[in-house]
C-alpha cells in the first residue's frame, strides 16, 4: 500500500511495500479525546458507480486490504454502531480479541474488543444468535422508550444491554451518540449501513468519513453509502489522508 496524501518525505510508511496492521492503526488512530469529547467515525465501502452492496452484501465489493482496515477500525474503537438491517443482511457475529492489538487496547484502557451497538426499533432480531447470547463483551441495544416491551425483555433476558436512546419506537441519533458516550465508549465507529449513515450525517454528528473506493462498477440500483431525507446545504468535509493498494483508494475525510 502507498500513501498519496498528504504527501511528505519519502519514509518507509509512504513507500509501496505491506503495512502491517500496527502501521494501519497508527494511520487511523483516533484523536485525543479528553473532557468527555466523543468521536463519531464511519467505515464504508463504495463502487466507482456509488454502490454500496452487490446482491444485498458489500463483500463483493471489497477486497482484502480493505478488509485489514476494516478489521484495524473496529480494533481501534471501544464500539461498533451499526444498522439493524445490516446485522440480519450480513450476518454479524460479534468483535473478537486479536492479539495483534491486545498491547494497544490495553494501552488506550479499553477492553479486549468493542461492544457492538444494534439499532433497531422493531428489534426484529434472533437473540439466540451469538452476536447478543456469546459476546465477548455485552452487546448494546439502541433503540426507543416505545419499542415492544416483549421483544426488549427477549433482548435483556439474552443478556443484552438495552439502551434507550429515543421518545418514540426510533433512536435520536444524537442521543445515540450521547448515550453511548456517557457509557464511556467515545471511540465510536459506524458501519452502517446506508440508512443509518444518512440519519448521522443529517444530524450533524459524524466526524470522520473513512470511505474505500473500489475499482469496481454495478450499475443496477443498489443503494449508497448514505440514504434516507438529505440535508438541506451539502456538507464539505476535508481530506485528511488517501491509500492506494491494487486500485483500491482509502480516503479518510474529517469534519472541517
Ligand atoms: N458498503 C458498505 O460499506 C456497507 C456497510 C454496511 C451495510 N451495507 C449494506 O447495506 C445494506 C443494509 O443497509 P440499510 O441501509 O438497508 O440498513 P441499516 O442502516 O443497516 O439498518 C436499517 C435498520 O436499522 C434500524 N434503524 C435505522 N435507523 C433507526 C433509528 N433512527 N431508530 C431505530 N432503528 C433504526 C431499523 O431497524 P429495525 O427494522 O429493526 O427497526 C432499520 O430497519 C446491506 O445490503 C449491507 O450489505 C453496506
Redesign the pocket.
Same mark, same amino acid.
Given at each position: 500500500m502507498r500513501r498519496l496524501f498528504p504527501v511528505t518525505d519519502q519514509t518507509p510508511h509512504e513507500t509501496d511495500h505491506e503495512w502491517s496492521l500496527d502501521d494501519i492503526a497508527d494511520a487511523y488512530a483516533y484523536p485525543p479525546l479528553t473532557g468527555g469529547a466523543h468521536w463519531l467515525r464511519a467505515?464504508? *465501502?463504495?463502487t466507482l458507480d456509488g454502490? !454500496?452492496?452487490h446482491e444485498? &452484501?458489500?463483500q463483493p %465489493?471489497s477486497g482484502e486490504t480493505d478488509m485489514r482496515i476494516f478489521g484495524t477500525l473496529r480494533a481501534l474503537a471501544d464500539v461498533v454502531v451499526?444498522? !439493524? $438491517?445490516?446485522?440480519?443482511? $450480513?450476518g454479524y457475529r460479534p468483535a473478537r480479541a486479536r492479539e495483534a492489538f491486545a498491547e494497544r487496547r490495553t494501552a488506550a484502557g479499553q477492553g479486549p474488543a468493542p461492544a457492538v451497538a444494534v *439499532?433497531?426499533?422493531?428489534?426484529? @432480531?434472533d437473540f439466540s444468535l451469538p452476536l447478543f447470547s456469546a459476546p465477548l463483551v455485552p452487546t448494546l441495544l439502541?433503540?426507543?422508550a416505545g419499542a415492544p416491551a416483549d421483544r426488549v425483555a427477549e433482548a435483556a433476558a439474552a443478556g443484552v444491554r438495552v439502551v434507550v436512546a429515543?421518545e418514540g !419506537?426510533? *433512536?435520536?441519533?444524537q442521543r445515540?451518540v450521547r448515550e453511548l458516550a456517557g457509557l464511556g465508549l467515545v471511540r465510536q465507529l459506524t $458501519?452502517?449501513?446506508? &440508512? @443509518?449513515?444518512?440519519?448521522f450525517v443529517a444530524a450533524g454528528v459524524l466526524d470522520e468519513l473513512c470511505l474505500?473506493v473500489s475499482p469496481m462498477l454495478t450499475a443496477g440500483t443498489a443503494?449508497r %453509502?448514505a440514504?434516507g431525507p438529505g440535508i438541506k446545504v451539502p456538507e464539505r468535509l476535508e481530506l485528511a489522508s488517501l491509500l492506494e493498494e491494487a486500485g483500491f483508494l482509502f480516503s479518510r475525510y474529517r469534519r472541517f
Open positions: 467505515n464504508m *465501502v463504495s454502490a !454500496a452492496q444485498g &452484501r458489500s %465489493i451499526v444498522g !439493524a $438491517e445490516t446485522v440480519r443482511q $450480513e *439499532v433497531s426499533a422493531g428489534l426484529d @432480531l439502541l433503540t426507543g429515543g !419506537a426510533g *433512536v435520536d441519533p445515540a $458501519e452502517g449501513g446506508p &440508512r @443509518l449513515l444518512g440519519q474505500t443503494q %453509502i440514504g
